[in-house]
């Protein structure tokens, strides 16, 4: 998501032109004139598939995953999800809540710090980055203080290893779409918290009512789309003690226009709706 410096053609691996709208419509216009602007690394003839509208409830297909023991999902989110769940099932929508990926969660997640770190070190000026490996090569192996590091400064071998999977995550995510239209999901595993910036990256905690979990768990639930290059919508769902919940939308690659689609009839059905902050 960080722009190279001024001259950069390279798109940098991950990076998601993500913006923030009033409505499904205000999302789509965006998506229509950042798709006039050298799309597809401007391949002739490259284009989106269309959509034909929103789709009648009744033919709507929908999988749920609303929490995850390796990133356990506070109740006001989790509710937020099976919320909808609930409603699109009386609103004629099949939905099912066994429905994962073949790939593991642990091996999904995994993948995708694999893939994101580097990308963080890529940034880091050379003096620092070959601090940062020698210190990570030096580090024990079970100090996990040194896994954001050790990844960071990984190996170009490594990084294949982890791209190959992807490639198999993206697959086993395919075969998903071949049955539903989309999959329903939090957008992350708390609402807003207060941002730790005392504390080492690896020691930050965020409370998951009243449990202690690792900062890196707020990464899960977004990688889930990122790593295959998964189209994803958040929409409103509301708010828990004053502070806004989202349900994230996932469909399938290059369905873009396809997904907004479905998540006209999800908000409609659901009642999801922008509401303007009180200033």
């Not at 989106?48 to 509208?53: E, H, I, K, Q, Y």
């Not at 880091?124 to 030096?138: G, K, M």
């Not at 939308?249 to 999801?272: E, M, N, Q």
Request: charged residues 20%; proline residues 9%; glycine residues 8%.
């Amino acid at each position: 998501h960080i722009p190279g410096p001024p001259g950069s053609l390279a798109v940098s691996d991950l990076s998601v032109s993500g913006p923030l709208g009033r409505s499904v419509d205000d999302l789509e216009l965006m998506l229509r004139t950042t798709l006039t602007v050298g799309a597809f690394n401007g391949i002739p003839g490259a284009a989106l598939p269309t959509s034909d509208g929103p789709p009648d409830p009744k033919d709507l297909r929908i999988a749920v995953w609303a929490d995850e023991a390796m990133a356990k999902v506070s109740a006001g989110c989790r509710d937020a999800v099976t919320g909808f769940a609930a409603k699109l099932e009386e609103a004629g929508a099949l939905v099912r809540d066994d429905v994962r990926p073949s790939i593991g969660p642990d091996h999904l997640f995994s993948t995708y710090l694999t893939l994101l770190w580097p990308i963080v070190g890529a940034g880091l000026p050379d003096p620092v980055w070959h601090d940062l490996d020698r210190w990570a090569r030096s580090a024990a192996a079970d100090d996990v203080s040194a896994i954001a590091p050790r990844l960071m400064t990984a190996s170009h071998k490594a990084w294949l290893k982890a791209d190959s999977l992807r490639a198999k995550i993206a697959a086993s995510w395919a075969q998903i779409f071949e049955n539903y239209d989309a999959m329903i999901m939090p957008v992350a595993p708390t609402t807003a918290f207060a941002h730790n910036t005392e504390d080492e990256y690896i020691d930050r905690v965020v409370d998951v009512d009243g449990e202690e979990r690792p900062y890196m768990d707020t990464l899960f639930w977004a990688g889930l789309a990122t790593a295959p290059g998964l189209p994803s919508v958040a929409v409103p769902a509301g708010a828990v003690d004053g502070l806004p919940v989202g349900v994230q939308i996932v469909g399938p690659k290059y369905g873009d226009f396809g997904l907004l689609d479905a998540a006209r009839t999800i908000c409609d059905v659901a009642g999801a709706a922008f509401q303007a902050p009180p200033s």
